[in-house]
Nanobody
Framework: QVQLVESGGGLMRPGGSLRLTCKAS????????IGWYRQAPGKQQRELVA????????YYPNAMKGRFTISRDNAENTVYLQMNRLRPEDTDVYYC?????????????WGQGTQVTVSS
């Protein structure tokens, strides 16, 4: 079972940039899609920020288009999330997760996530 570990979060001023890293413990080449989610304090629901499938283009929900870029490096077993023009409302814990097969669900288990705080 491939495990994913998030890193790269931190404290950033509004307008700044961060790059989050999702490092896999094994080969991600056979995993259909990997995505970044975020969860605000006190909220039970995580929201999708971006996902990227093994073949094909990245996907961004409409609310996430324009400032986030997801990329996937199968050779390094890593998925990145570049976050630009950060806003205070981007303050959340960010998680990565995987969808092993195109027709299957996303994993039920989540990692520790990485905290992103945007504040002046």
């Amino acid at each position: 079972q491939v495990q994913l570990v998030e890193s790269g979060g931190g404290l950033m001023r509004p307008g700044g940039s961060l790059r989050l890293t999702c490092k896999a413990s094994g080969d991600i080449g056979s995993i259909f899609a990997i995505g970044w989610y975020r969860q605000a304090p006190g909220k039970q629901q995580r929201e999708l920020v971006a996902s990227i499938a093994r073949p094909g283009s990245p996907y961004y929900p409409n609310a996430m288009k324009g400032r986030f870029t997801i990329s996937r490096d199968n050779a390094e077993n890593t998925v990145y999330l570049q976050m630009n023009r950060l806003r205070p409302e981007d303050t959340d814990v960010y998680y990565c997760n995987k969808q092993p097969r195109a027709s299957g669900p996303w994993d039920a288990d989540w990692g520790q996530g990485t905290q992103v705080t945007v504040s002046s």
